[in-house]
């Protein structure tokens, strides 16, 4: 699955305008607050460039956000009024989790009936659907955490956005690549 040329052009059009906005080539920045700003502005543009509809987007940047030593690299990039809104949904991100995990608690008691009950075909011979039904779950929760924002979304609302995700950071993989050839050819042809 390809990444559409739309998303492309806006992307590397973001990448490249907040590279300049991270001051990458001042000379007083050292190779790890060089690299960190990289991949604060590579996942700053992507995310701005696939829109505030993806919640892995939000979350993303929520994310960067709640580090304080992002805070003036993230204002430089995205503005003060766009960073003021991603820090305040961080918070709220925060509050929906907990309302998650309140509402998870009332449903563990009703689950705890359904695993006896699964117990029960395990022990007449439905131990293969149980032992499947564990390891898709499993890896669910392994998404849930690689993607972000993952926590709150469940069945295939998840797997659309990891798809997404996915798309999107194989997008960004490539567009990486491309502007390390063309800053290496130009290296060489000024070396040259």
């Known amino acids: 699955m390809h990444a559409p040329r739309k998303f492309k052009k806006a992307f ?78 961080a918070g709220a991100a925060v509050a929906r989790s907990r309302r998650i995990v309140r509402r998870s608690q009332r449903v563990a008691c009703s689950s705890r009936r359904k695993r006896r009950s699964l117990a029960m075909a395990a022990a007449s011979g439905g131990g293969c659907a149980l032992a499947a039904r564990r390891m898709v779950k499993g890896r669910l929760r392994l998404l849930r955490r690689l993607v972000p924002g993952g926590e709150a979304l469940r069945g295939f609302s998840l797997l659309s956005e990891t798809l997404d995700y996915v798309v999107c950071l194989k997008t960004q993989v490539e567009l990486m690549h491309s502007l390390c050839k063309g800053s290496q050819q130009k290296l060489h042809l000024q070396l040259g």
């Not at 829109?51 to 709640?66: C, F, I, K, S």
């Open 12 to 89: 590397m059009e973001r990448l490249l305008l907040s590279l300049q906005v991270a001051g990458l080539t001042s000379k007083s920045m050292g190779l790890r607050e060089r690299r960190d700003a990289i991949r604060l502005s590579s996942d700053v543009a992507m995310a701005s460039a696939r829109g505030r509809a993806a919640p892995w987007a939000r979350a993303l940047v929520a994310r960067h956000a709640a580090e304080r030593r992002n805070e003036p690299l993230l204002r430089r990039i995205m503005g003060g009024d766009v960073y003021e809104r991603a820090v305040s949904s």
